[in-house]
């Protein structure tokens, strides 16, 4: 009930940031309280909660998305400023990473919305588990990679469009655009990305853009087609 409140409070405060974002509580399908909380489902201690509400979100960002739609609330100068949407983006993450490029993202800890989870959801604010993170190693990954090369590339093409552009950003735009066209072009017979994998890897590009060690062997074992 105090969503709205507490969201003015923070668009209109000192820092005046373009986007506010808040936890949210994780409730089942019939809309009991299951005692998780969308940032603990995303990881988000205090050290990440800092990072989003300051000067490196941005950098935060392009390596994974932890504003969720739902609980937004943000500012006509962004909305001007993100529109109009790239295709392959999905809205929340576009508006987050938008807004952390002109320099104003406040996460709010408090819950603001009951985030069911029904089974059907499109996203969803559930953590995997071992069998989930095991089955996105077994699913062909070309598709994705693909589409992160696609996200990358757009947001290369708008970044100098934004005010707040600086040549810091968008070297690490071009950095990112990189990683993902390596990641796009992997052989899909494994023996054959070994080299390149390693040699992407020395370069830091997976620890900076995505989930380090984790998306190391996600290219080194993931099937990249059916």
Request: hydrophobic letters at 45%; proline letters at 5%; zero cysteines.
């Amino acid at each position: 009930p105090d969503r709205v409140a507490l969201s003015v409070d923070a668009l209109t405060g000192n820092d005046a940031p373009l986007l506010v974002h808040g936890d949210a509580r994780l409730v089942d399908a019939s809309g009991a309280d299951t005692g998780k909380t969308l940032f603990g489902a995303y990881g988000l201690d205090d050290t990440a909660l800092a990072t989003l509400g300051g000067a490196n979100a941005f950098e935060l960002l392009l390596r994974r998305n932890l504003v969720t739609g739902a609980t937004v609330a943000f500012r006509r100068e962004l909305a001007q400023a993100a529109f109009p949407f790239p295709a392959a983006w999905v809205h929340d993450e576009w508006l987050a990473v938008v807004a952390a490029a002109m320099g104003g993202i406040v996460p709010l800890r408090h819950p603001l919305i009951d985030y069911r989870q029904h089974g059907s959801n499109v996203i969803g604010g559930v953590s995997a588990n071992f069998w989930g993170k095991l089955g996105r190693l077994v699913a062909p990954g070309a598709d994705r990679n693909r589409r992160l090369l696609e996200r990358a590339t757009q947001l290369a093409e708008r970044y100098p469009t934004l005010a707040a552009a600086t040549p810091v950003g968008q070297a690490s735009v071009s950095e990112k655009v990189e990683h993902e066209r390596v990641r796009s072009s992997l052989s899909p017979h494994r023996l054959a990305r070994v080299r390149t994998v390693l040699a992407e890897a020395r370069t830091g590009r997976y620890r900076e853009f995505g989930g380090g060690l984790q998306d190391i062997v996600r290219d080194l074992v993931q099937p990249l087609r059916q």
